[in-house]
């Protein structure tokens, strides 16, 4: 069925180090990869997305990168800061004409930026 | 523009009753997705609707049923609490700008459902 695999689980860096979280899906249909971000207490917000058209997209520290041919997509953090501190959740998407919106997330990963 | 909103925000109850969650989504949007998260499973898809038609759901017992009203409004059900019903359960809401479109969802604050 369809399923996204997201690592590591928990990933500690120094401030300042960069953070890359990894995930792989498994439904081809799959087009629209959004990641959010979720700190304590609070509901996910989205950070970056990207469409499988496009291979890398970069919003001043965060950037996303597709890999539609073996199904990966990464996140990465550059100069990570102690309120970067979150759960992030990756989620694959397929095309709206397939007649759905459903996401699948992955499990999220816990990002600890140690100052 | 208000958010999505979810009532109510906590709620206690015990095995063997049920429950009714509210969520209303972005005004314009008329997309309602619902998940479970918990500590170890992450968001889990309960259930997708649009224009008061259930097009998804998700691998959860028939105890969790949903609906959707014509402004949009979402609600869902839990019938015969058990202890592992508990967790946050969120609502999130999308725009149906059409078929090239970013399927954006926006959630809700979510509701914490307590079963005792």
């Known amino acids: 069925g369809e399923n996204v695999e997201q690592h590591p689980s928990t990933l500690s860096v120094q401030e300042g180090d960069s953070a890359v979280i990894k995930c792989t899906y498994s439904d081809s249909a799959s087009n629209y990869f959004p990641w959010y971000k979720q700190e304590l207490g609070k509901r996910p917000q989205l950070i970056i997305d990207i469409r499988s058209n496009v291979g890398e997209k970069k919003d001043q520290r965060i950037a996303v990168t597709l890999n539609k041919t073996a199904k990966h997509f990464s996140l990465h953090i550059t100069e990570t800061q102690p309120e970067d501190s979150a759960v992030y959740f990756c989620?694959?998407?397929?095309?709206?004409?397939?007649?759905?919106?459903?996401?699948?997330f992955g499990t999220g990963t816990r990002l600890k930026v140690l100052a | 523009k208000a958010g999505v909103t979810q009532t109510p925000r906590y709620l206690i109850k015990t095995r063997g009753q049920q429950v009714t969650l509210s969520c209303s989504p972005i005004s314009g949007h008329r997309s309602v997705s619902w998940y479970q998260q918990t500590p170890g499973q992450g968001l889990q898809f309960l259930f997708e609707y649009f224009s008061e038609t259930q097009r998804n759901k998700g691998n959860f017992p028939g105890r969790f049923s949903g609906r959707q009203f014509s402004n949009s409004r979402s609600e869902m059900n839990v019938s015969t609490l058990e202890l592992g019903d508990s967790a946050l359960y969120l609502c999130a809401s999308s725009l149906v700008y059409g078929a090239l479109a970013k399927n954006i969802q926006y959630f809700g604050a979510g509701t914490r459902l307590s079963v005792l």
């Open positions: 989620a694959a998407s397929p095309q709206p004409t397939s007649g759905t919106y459903k996401y699948i």
